[in-house]
């Protein structure tokens, strides 16, 4: 029996080991996003060091090496390409490097900070796809021009909302179909999901919901608010808040062991509270798959 043992395995010592995967094409990657590639394995690399942001954190200039420094990767899954990267961005460049993003057939996969005490405020979002490598290689070319290409700002476009609040909530009710919560002068709507956590049920009152709060005037309006979705209709409600100019300042979890898993989604909007709550709804409409009319 020893013997037999010893046999089969000096005979899978001599089997061929599989082959490596072969990396996917560095010279087409380095055309098509502009930047140096470096192969590691089956994984072929593009960085973009955020040389011209000069943030300091805790009172120490930050370098590139420490992280402010956005990525790409790609790596052959079969005939197609899968892609995962990071992108450095300030505020003003968020909304229009996701839009170009979304619009190249990238995935936007989260939003947030790594730092506290950072100026200027740094963010980064990250991305992700699966298809041709020319595709998702271009896709990145155009989010990183995009980012460059964003004008400076401080503050969201729009017409500025006065300081006392006088939203209708008729309209808004109309728009979204149900009945809103008033407080001195706003509108506040919340619609809720269900989950468990634990093996216990979770529902609006515990944080799973979408809301809206509207604030300003009817013609000047602001509204903040945060998405609930599953992970397959985040891609869908990003394209529909974006189409409807309402910016995206963060994509995160809030909980974690939940079922099904929830992505949330905090926004800001300026414009007319009609116009906020169409854009809104439009987004509900897709995250539940419905077309928008």
Known sequence: MRAVTIGILASAMLLPLPARAAPPDAQVIGQLTGLPVEVTGDVAKVSKPRVDVQAVVDGRTLKPFQGLTSWAAFQQVGKDTMLMGDLVLLEHEVNQAMSAALANDLEVTALHNHFFYDDPRVYFMHIGGHGPLERLASGVRKTLDAAAGAPRATVFGGASPPHDDSIEAAPLEKIFDTTAQV???????????????????????????????????????????????????????????????????????????????????????????????????????????????
């Not at 944080?207 to 509204?223: K, Q, R």
């Not at 990003?238 to 929830?262: F, G, Q, W, Y």
């Not at 992505?263 to 809104?280: C, K, S, T």
Request: overall charge neutral; glycine content about 10%; charged content about 20%.
């Open 183 to 293: 407080k001195d002068g706003m509108v506040k709507f919340v619609f809720g999901r269900t989950a468990t956590m634990h093996g216990t049920p979770l529902g609006a009152p515990m944080g799973v919901n979408t809301w809206a709060v509207f604030a300003g005037a009817p013609d000047a309006a602001v509204v903040d608010g945060d998405f609930a979705m599953l992970e397959d209709e985040l891609q869908r409600v990003l394209k529909a808040l974006r189409a409807a100019d309402i910016s995206v300042v963060a994509i995160h979890n809030h909980m974690t062991h939940e079922e099904p898993r929830i992505v949330f989604l905090h926004y800001w909007g300026r414009g007319a509270a009609v116009d906020l709550a169409r854009g809104l709804q439009a987004a509900r409409a897709v995250q539940r798959g419905e077309p928008v009319s």
